[in-house]
């Protein structure tokens, strides 16, 4: 089966930035994926590394180390639209298998 | 472009009965995937559909069922609903075969009473 780990809650100001760790145990791994998902919203695509290293998109980098199992998502100059749910994903064959989200809190 | 289309949104049912929930992927998409959202959790899989073919079935009880049509939308059936079936249930299209990048719907609320 598959297993994820991400904290559940992060609150930050305006303007800051925020780092989202996801460490996986998981058979038939592909990449990682994560998504973002606001109260009530579907979740929307964010990235997804397959290869180890940094991929920049934006204000938001997410980076994978397959050796490690591990992975993260880099929220940079935090706006007040960035509260929201983030999931992390693990993806095999057929399936996404989705992390517990972190609750990302932005004050003003 | 029409996104990922779900209904209905919401839907209230009693133990015992029956529920349909229906999903149109994005045009030209093949693949469509359902997955529960419970409260507070993350999304758990529950199916995947490619070209009317069935690639993948999540830990669910034989009371799921799914089906592809020709024009690759897709049915989530459940039947005997229980209490703990009440959820987001979240309908995803992607292009390809393996979900590296999986467009999801609204989703349909389910409320069992």
Known sequence: GQSLEQPSEVTAVEGAIVQINCTYQTSGFYGLSWYQQHDGGAP???????????????????????????????????????????????LNDYKLSFGAGTTVTVRA | DAGVTQSPTHLIKTRGQQVTL??????????????????????????????????????????????????????????????????LYLCASSLLAVDTEAFFGQGTRLTVV
């Open chain 1, 44 to 90: 929307t695509f964010l990235s997804y590394n397959a290869l180890d290293g940094l991929e920049e998109t934006g204000r938001f980098s997410s980076f994978l180390s397959r050796s490690d199992s591990y992975g993260y998502l880099l929220l940079q100059e935090l706006q007040m639209k960035d509260s929201a749910s983030y999931f992390c994903a693990v």
């Open chain 2, 22 to 87: 229906r999903c149109s992927p994005i045009s030209g998409h093949k693949s469509v995937s359902w997955y529960q959202q419970v409260l507070g959790q993350g999304p758990q899989f529950i199916f995947q559909y490619y070209e009317k073919e069935e690639r993948g079935r999540g830990n669910f009880p034989d009371r799921f069922s799914a089906r592809q049509f020709p024009n690759y939308s897709s049915e989530l059936n459940v039947n005997a609903l229980l209490l703990g079936d009440s959820a």
